[in-house]
């Protein structure tokens, strides 16, 4: 495990899948990463590459040939490089595909960098895609951090708030093989303008902002005391929390990429939201998430 940390922030990551393990304000001591727990989700942030979602039928198409791909592609549980380490930030490395599999599913030569780095009281996570091949290679990445809902009770109502920000409309769902379907459903809100977070917000799985509606959200706990801002230029979020169940945490996911259309069949270069990158060149993305007062 890795540790930076300042007066304000003290994080943790494990370079197996440069995931973040911890976010703690330093001087309290009040962790705000959801810890991980089988009973709802084992994930803490995972790093998702080179897909976000799921595919139609587990599989994309590039020059008529037809490749597998998991959902959230196959970086979760990659070992990571440290390629430079101070106290206030952390920069992770991956060189592949390494494995046959991973070969198998994606057929450029890539490097992933992801940086964890302090400003303040502000986390910044920075992802960096080079493509090593000379051809134009398809893929899509996304955060998908997890946040603790403190004094969870099982007997509540609401477990959290969440305030949006940007030209807010409506989202889509993933239904059939985790795919979107093309109706467009109204946002879950309060009378105040909060999305609740409870079971019924996530009765349809979750949350699907597309289109570049959202620019950030500040989640409250269920008194509407403010916890925590997250902030990306990702042209897609996601809220989720597990389906039907009463769930502790929530996550709130950034992607730069959309997960198919239901009977999707085209060929990659037509996925939503796909980012393309010339042969030699770098692709930038990332998000931060900055604590509100203690």
């Not at 955060?143 to 809902?149: E, Q, V």
């Not at 239904?175 to 979107?180: A, L």
């Not at 019924?200 to 500040?218: C, H």
């Not at 042209?235 to 999707?264: K, M, N, R, T």
Request: proline share 6%; aromatic share 12%; hydrophobic share 35%.
């Amino acid at each position: 495990m890795k540790t930076i940390s300042n007066e304000y922030l003290t994080v943790v990551i494990d370079p197996q899948g440069a995931e973040m393990q911890s976010l703690k304000h330093t001087a309290s001591g009040r962790e705000y990463l959801w810890q991980g727990d089988p009973a709802y989700w084992e994930g803490r942030s995972p790093i998702l590459f080179p897909a976000v979602g799921g595919l139609w039928d587990g599989t994309y198409r590039y020059n008529g040939q037809t490749y597998p791909m998991p959902k959230h592609g196959f970086m979760r549980d990659k070992l990571w490089q440290v390629a430079e380490e101070r106290s206030d930030s952390l920069t992770l490395t991956y060189e592949g595909p390494q494995e046959e599999t991973d070969r198998q599913a994606f057929p450029w030569a890539f490097a992933l960098t992801v940086c964890y780095a302090l400003e303040g009281d502000r986390l910044v996570v920075t992802f960096t895609v080079s493509n090593k091949g000379s051809e134009t290679m398809y893929f899509q990445m996304g955060g998908h951090p997890g946040f603790a809902l403190p004094d969870f009770d099982e007997a509540a109502d609401v477990d959290g708030f969440l305030k949006l920000e940007g030209d807010v409309k409506d989202v889509v769902r993933a239904s059939e093989q985790g795919c979107v379907g093309p109706e467009r459903f109204k946002i879950p809100l309060t009378e105040d303008g909060l999305v609740p977070l409870a079971v019924s917000t996530f009765e349809n799985e979750a949350l699907i902002f597309d289109g570049g509606q959202l620019k950030a959200a500040t989640l409250f706990d269920k008194s509407r005391r403010p916890l925590l801002r997250v902030e990306s230029c990702a042209p897609v979020w996601l809220f989720w929390s597990p389906q039907g169940v009463h769930s502790p945490f929530v996550c709130a996911e950034p992607w730069y990429g959309l997960c198919d259309s239901i009977g999707f069949d085209s060929e990659v270069s037509e996925r939503a939201y796909i980012n393309s990158l010339v042969g030699g060149g770098k692709w930038h993305g990332g998000y931060s998430i900055t604590l509100c007062a203690d």
